[in-house]
């Protein structure tokens, strides 16, 4: 079993920067790949990035490609999402998930733990 807890969400400008942190404990965390979704109001939850275990496979959606970067410390049990130059659209709800596999997924349906989720908004 798996805890994932997000934090580092808040309110920023168009323009700005945010880091988000998402801290997991449990048994079962090594090994897993770590993925970071978003859902808005009326949305689906969709893909945002995902990392493997070693870092060293990493995915992005394509609307954010450019503008964030997700790391992960397993020395913390910690994976990041550093997040620039956001748009008003990057507005949601943001979720990091974690699944036993050495390979990151891009969907959702794939993951099997998930942390309660961290609000980004995004003022003009």
């Known amino acids: 079993q798996v805890q994932l807890v997000e934090s580092g969400g808040g309110l920023v400008p168009a323009g700005g920067s945010l880091r988000l942190s998402c801290v997991a404990s449990g048994r079962t965390f090594s090994g897993h790949a770590m993925g970071w979704f978003r859902q808005a109001p009326g949305k689906e939850r969709e893909f945002v990035a995902a990392i493997n275990w070693s870092g060293g496979n990493i995915y992005y959606a394509d609307s954010v490609k450019g503008r964030f970067t997700i790391s992960r410390d397993n020395t913390k049990n910690t994976v990041y999402l550093q997040m620039n130059s956001l748009k008003l659209e990057d507005a949601a709800i943001y979720y990091c998930?974690?699944?036993?596999?050495?390979?990151?997924?891009?969907?959702?349906?794939?993951?099997?733990?998930w942390g309660q989720g961290t609000q980004v908004t995004v003022s003009s």
């Open positions: 998930a974690s699944e036993r596999t050495p390979v990151p997924s891009t969907s959702r349906y794939r993951y099997s733990y």
